[in-house]
C-alpha cells in the first residue's frame, strides 16, 4: 500500500456533522490535509454510510464550512475522506 501522502497533515480539532445519504453523524475533525481530513465520529458508523459514497463534512475551520468529500476508508469509529472540488 502506497502511504505517500502528496500534502502533510495538520492536527486540528474541531467539532461538527458528517451529512450523507440518510444519516447526520457529529463527528469530530482529527486531522485535516489539502486533500482529506480523518474524522472520528461521536457515535457507531451506520451501515448506510459505505466507502466510496459522496457526504458533506460540516465544521469549523477559521469560520463554518461545509465541504463535499469522498469516503475512502471507514475503521471502527474513524472515516477518512477525500476533498472533492465544488
Do not use: W, Y
Not at 48 to 62: E, R, S, V
Not at 64 to 86: G, H, M, N, S
Request: proline fraction near 3%.
Amino acid at each position: 500500500m502506497d502511504t505517500t501522502r502528496d500534502s502533510d497533515r495538520v492536527v486540528f480539532a474541531s467539532i461538527g456533522i458528517v451529512d450523507g445519504k440518510s444519516e447526520k453523524i457529529s463527528c469530530i475533525l482529527e486531522n485535516i490535509s489539502a486533500g482529506g481530513a480523518l474524522i472520528s465520529m461521536c457515535s457507531p458508523i451506520p451501515e448506510t454510510l459505505q466507502k466510496g459514497d459522496i457526504i458533506h463534512l460540516k465544521t469549523i475551520l477559521l469560520s463554518p464550512v461545509e465541504l463535499r468529500c469522498k469516503v475512502t476508508r471507514i475503521e471502527a469509529d474513524r472515516i477518512a475522506v477525500q476533498f472533492l472540488d465544488t
